[in-house]
DNA sequence: GCATGATCATGC
DNA sequence: GCATGATCATGC
């Protein structure tokens, strides 16, 4: 491509001219609205405002200048904007990425100035008729970098080890290796260290990560950072947690309630908790890291002979949205294969709970494939054939839902304020249940089974 | 004791 | 008002 922008700025003053106006004014080359072709915004945007050919360099696509350009959309919810979805980059070649180390990286020689230009995703619309909002562009952070640094290496690793068909979008903080193509077995790619075929991934922006930069540049919002710049060059972001929180280790629940003058009826007790320790102002899932990570806190409570009482619960799902959706893109599957958890555990010894330890943890790519795909399956199934009653006992619905004994690691079960008998607005079903003729029913989840988690955390 | 459905309680 | 973390209740 003959290099036809010789500054940033000229670059910047020409992705400015999009700004305001709908895609289908740039679309120069009457390029179709395709399902098959989810890129297609980005292509008009790249004959129709910037004036190159469509291409699949490796370069960056302003090459002479090191810019990236990536056309992305933001969905509004209540007046606040957010990425529709992750940001994905470049596909990883296991092969090639193998050999390389940051500096050389597909990741880093790509990537390491990115063009965004939002457009506001309406479901209701036409794509064509979408608006651009904004042109900006983004560098990493010197702290943000060291992270993505990490996670490159993490990525990298697990390459290296012959284990690229166990990479996870959530095995990272910020830089993720997230799936792309259509599954279905389709898509694998060989790996240098492993007979194994892999997934084909991409290296991705967490959608969490996208999300700050988003609110920064919209919403002009501010976060409380935990570490520092220093910090995060020398160590892990999980090994400087754990080394502040460490000295806490074997406290009780109100030694340390007390200590930090936390309320105990507080509901957000342990994000505040948790703040605290970490010497910050604010709760936890406000800090710069955690949102940035899209880190999710959740208490374990284990009980002296080794159990817990409670299952981990996941947002209820639409009847009328689960029933649409494809394995590789469902909202439990991504929630799992994106989120990372930290869970604190409390260990209770004579009738009181200590502090014991805390784990960053996300589920294996294998397990949520050989466990949650089949749970998710046959829900769907369930509910598309209105089969979800099996049968009325007088004092409750037993259903067909997957429940807890069906393979010991995810099942369904509710999660509403209300029960079928009493709700008063429920759900609505697609397909009318065949036993009750029920059209709407109460609110139901999926959730990770308490033996599973207990496996986990020991 | 566990499976499974039902419900409470806090706080955004 | 409702999402979500936390618990309860019943029956096999």
């Given at each position: 491509?003959?290099?036809?922008y010789?500054s940033i700025d000229e670059i910047m003053?020409?992705?400015?001219?999009?700004?305001?106006?709908?895609?289908?004014?740039?679309?120069?080359?009457?390029?179709?609205?395709?399902?098959?072709?989810?890129?297609?915004?980005?292509?008009?945007?790249?004959?129709?405002?910037?004036?190159?050919?469509?291409?699949?360099?490796?370069?960056?696509?302003?090459?002479?200048l090191?810019v990236?350009?990536?056309?992305?959309?933001?969905?509004?919810?209540?007046?606040?904007?957010?990425?529709?979805?992750?940001?994905?980059?470049?596909?990883?070649?296991?092969?090639?990425?193998?050999?390389?180390?940051?500096?050389?990286?597909?990741?880093?020689?790509?990537?390491?100035l990115?063009?965004?230009?939002?457009?506001?995703?309406?479901?209701?619309?036409?794509?064509?008729?979408?608006?651009?909002?904004?042109?900006?562009l983004?560098?990493?952070?010197?702290?943000?970098?060291?992270?993505?640094?990490?996670?490159?290496?993490?990525?990298?690793?697990?390459?290296?080890?012959?284990?690229?068909?166990?990479?996870?979008?959530?095995?990272?903080?910020?830089?993720?290796?997230?799936?792309?193509?259509?599954?279905?077995?389709?898509?694998?790619?060989?790996?240098?260290?492993?007979?194994?075929?892999?997934?084909?991934?991409?290296?991705?922006?967490?959608?969490?990560?996208?999300?700050?930069?988003?609110?920064?540049?919209?919403?002009?919002?501010?976060?409380?950072?935990?570490?520092?710049?220093?910090?995060?060059?020398?160590?892990?972001?999980?090994?400087?947690?754990?080394?502040?929180?460490?000295?806490?280790?074997?406290?009780?629940?109100?030694?340390?309630?007390?200590?930090?003058?936390?309320?105990?009826?507080?509901?957000?007790?342990?994000?505040?908790?948790?703040?605290?320790?970490?010497?910050?102002?604010?709760?936890?899932?406000?800090?710069?890291?955690?949102?940035?990570?899209?880190?999710?806190?959740?208490?374990?409570?284990?009980?002296?002979?080794?159990?817990?009482?409670?299952?981990?619960?996941?947002?209820?799902?639409?009847?009328?949205?689960?029933?649409?959706?494809?394995?590789?893109?469902?909202?439990?599957?991504?929630?799992?294969?994106?989120?990372?958890?930290?869970?604190?555990?409390?260990?209770?010894?004579?009738?009181?709970?200590?502090?014991?330890?805390?784990?960053?943890?996300?589920?294996?790519?294998?397990?949520?494939?050989?466990?949650?795909?089949?749970?998710?399956?046959?829900?769907?199934?369930?509910?598309?054939?209105?089969?979800?009653?099996?049968?009325?006992?007088?004092?409750?619905?037993?259903?067909?839902?997957?429940?807890?004994?069906?393979?010991?690691?995810?099942?369904?079960?509710?999660?509403?304020?209300?029960?079928?008998?009493?709700?008063?607005?429920?759900?609505?079903?697609?397909?009318?249940?065949?036993?009750?003729?029920?059209?709407?029913?109460?609110?139901?989840?999926?959730?990770?089974?308490?033996?599973?988690?207990?496996?986990?955390?020991?």
């Amino acid at each position: 491509m003959a290099d036809l922008y010789n500054s940033i700025d000229e670059i910047m003053e020409q992705a400015r001219k999009a700004v305001g106006h709908r895609v289908s004014e740039f679309n120069v080359n009457n390029r179709p609205l395709s399902k098959n072709n989810k890129g297609v915004i980005g292509q008009v945007v790249e004959e129709g405002v910037f004036h190159y050919p469509i291409n699949s360099n490796h370069e960056a696509d302003f090459a002479n200048l090191g810019v990236e350009l990536k056309v992305t959309g933001l969905k509004k919810n209540k007046n606040k904007l957010t990425m529709k979805e992750r940001l994905v980059l470049n596909i990883i070649n296991y092969m090639d990425e193998a050999t390389v180390d940051f500096e050389h990286s597909s990741f880093w020689l790509k990537n390491r100035l990115i063009l965004l230009i939002f457009y506001l995703y309406e479901y209701e619309r036409n794509d064509f008729d979408f608006r651009f909002l904004e042109a900006f562009l983004h560098e990493f952070a010197p702290k943000d970098l060291e992270i993505i640094k990490k996670d490159w290496e993490f990525i990298h690793n697990k390459i290296t080890s012959g284990l690229a068909h166990t990479l996870s979008e959530a095995d990272t903080l910020y830089l993720g290796a997230a799936p792309k193509g259509a599954g279905h077995g389709g898509d694998l790619r060989e790996q240098p260290f492993s007979n194994i075929k892999a997934k084909q991934r991409a290296y991705s922006l967490k959608a969490s990560y996208m999300n700050t930069v988003v609110d920064t540049l919209f919403n002009k919002e501010k976060l409380e950072a935990i570490f520092n710049y220093e910090e995060l060059a020398i160590k892990t972001f999980e090994e400087l947690v754990e080394e502040r929180l460490r000295p806490y280790y074997g406290k009780s629940e109100n030694e340390l309630f007390s200590m930090f003058g936390v309320n105990e009826n507080a509901k957000s007790k342990f994000n505040i908790l948790v703040g605290k320790m970490l010497g910050i102002k604010g709760v936890i899932n406000k800090t710069e890291e955690f949102k940035k990570a899209g880190i999710e806190l959740k208490t374990v409570r284990v009980e002296e002979d080794g159990h817990i009482e409670q299952h981990m619960s996941f947002p209820y799902f639409k009847y009328e949205e689960i029933v649409n959706e494809e394995w590789e893109t469902a909202e439990i599957n991504e929630k799992l294969s994106s989120t990372k958890f930290m869970f604190v555990v409390f260990k209770r010894k004579a009738g009181i709970f200590y502090f014991n330890k805390i784990k960053f943890w996300n589920m294996p790519f294998e397990d949520i494939e050989k466990y949650v795909k089949p749970i998710f399956e046959e829900t769907v199934r369930v509910i598309r054939k209105g089969d979800i009653v099996k049968y009325d006992t007088g004092s409750k619905y037993l259903t067909n839902f997957p429940g807890s004994s069906v393979n010991g690691v995810c099942h369904v079960r509710p999660h509403d304020q209300k029960s079928v008998r009493n709700m008063t607005k429920g759900l609505p079903l697609p397909t009318p249940d065949k036993v009750t003729g029920l059209t709407q029913y109460t609110k139901y989840c999926f959730w990770l089974d308490r033996d599973y988690i207990i496996e986990v955390i020991t």
